[in-house]
């Protein structure tokens, strides 16, 4: 027999394992489960911090077998050595691209992962020189590079995408490449961004042990097609590295871009403008407080170890449009992720341990493809299609950021300043590396977004007493939560609806988020590709 329970303790009883047993066993009675202590073994499942009350708790989910053993191990895919004569190109290295080639492995079909990008060592130091010199390299920045977004900007694994896959094969597949087994049972898991780099190579180094390929340093520039009774088929694409361009034959395109990938979506509006459709997006900023703040607002005043950095999650509706917080990062750090000069972008990380002195959430504005200023929509028209003007609106705001800003150093404002509608006359401390001087967010924020924040923010500020106050810091744009351009596909093909033997998938197509989620879509996409060929 094997039962569901659910243990209720004290932070501090959390690892007293004679009392964790006497309370399951308790549970059991309280159910009327028959039992004999003697034949139960109990594995440890989930755990999750109840802070909605005064007394902070923990809830400790088992599995509890009662007259059998357990499961000795989790089970990860059987990958094969490639064995077939089927090469798929899969554009970008993210979590799309790194699990839908592990995808193709489980069949024995070649993946070729093309990825613009550098391997995480020269990225990590491209990265550095970004809050060093403010110099942004285009193709190698916390946006580009192996491993996608997520390597060098967190690596939180929550998702609530439970219809899309299974996501414990995905956090058991992290596992077994070298990840913490904590993911498993940690109720929000998280990496780190310390520690993602070694398991992405991990990863790399499995698939080219199995006869995959990896192109760094190499960007899609083109597909190679074939038009026949009006219909497209891609045969392969063009790529552009340091010696030039070349072609590459490849039966399937798996473009799992990521989410910055402007290029592809002007690849795409050129030759197949039917294949993109605009889609909501978010913008706004990233709000900055000390850890211990919101440590002691969410645990209420009890900042135990045990307990580790608090999250938060925030929401409300202001005149049809939801505001909210979005990639929280406790005990976290803001960092510079623009993927070009003339630009500033902000993101939020946190290391493995969560201890930095700062915890800061983006908090963005719901855009419609309605709310895009119409100015865009013209440029949009001019230069391919209307579908792409949320990029150039995107784009738009990045450069106004970078304008209020000095190189690299962030436009920032006090968030009492912002609600006051007055220039910060000092700043605190902030964590963002390169810097921050003080701006009119208020001002110069289009104002469909500066009015919407300020009146979720004055909410926030009543429903998490002390989240206004007088260190909370604004820093601007928080641009890249997501792609405002929809790669349109096939529900159950997932091909491309204007290119055949292309399957988007990722943050890039528009269809997911995070990394799980990206994960368990490459997956599908190339489960996809496989059936096609029966393999």
Known sequence: MIKDICVVVQPEKEK?????????????????????????????????IDARRRVVKLCLKYKVYIGEKPPASFDVPEWKNVCTEKTVAVIGSGPAGLFGALKLLEHGIKPVVIEQGSRTEKRRRDIALISTSGTVDRKSNYCFGEGGAGTFSDGKLYTRSNKRGDINSILKIL??????????????????????????????????????????????????????????????????????EKNISADAVLLACGHSAGGIYSLLDRISPESLEPKTFAVGVRVEHSRSLIDSIQFHGKNEASLGAAEYRLSAQIEDRGVYSFCMCPGGFVVPSATGPGEIVVNGMSAAGRNSKWSNSAIVVEIRPEDIPCEFIKQASLSGSEKTAGLL???????????????????AQRLEDFLSHKKSTWLPASSYAPGIVSSRLDEWLPEHISFRLDKAFRKFGKSMQGFVSRDALLIACETRTSTPVRIL?????????????????????GYSGGIVSSAMDGENACKRIALQWNL
């Open 16 to 48: 007293d394992e004679e009392f964790i047993f006497s309370q399951i066993l308790r549970e059991l009675e309280k159910n009327n489960i028959p039992f004999d202590k003697k034949n139960i073994s109990a594995v440890f499942e989930k755990k999750s």
């Open 489 to 509: 596909r096939g529900k159950e093909s997932f091909e491309c609806a204007g290119l055949k033997n292309i399957f988007p998938a990722g943050e890039g197509s």
């Open 175 to 244: 596992v077994h490449f070298g990840a913490d087994k904590k993911i498993l049972t940690d109720a929000h898991p998280h990496i780190g961004t310390d520690k993602l780099p070694a398991i992405v190579n991990n990863i790399r180094n499995f698939i080219i042990s199995r006869g995959g390929e990896f192109l760094f340093d190499t960007e899609c520039i083109d597909f190679l097609v074939e038009e026949s009774c009006g219909k497209k088929t891609v045969r392969g694409v063009v790529v552009k590295d340091n010696c030039g």
């Open 393 to 411: 609106f995107r784009n738009h705001l990045e450069r106004m950021a970078f304008e209020n800003g000095s190189g690299q150093m962030a436009p």
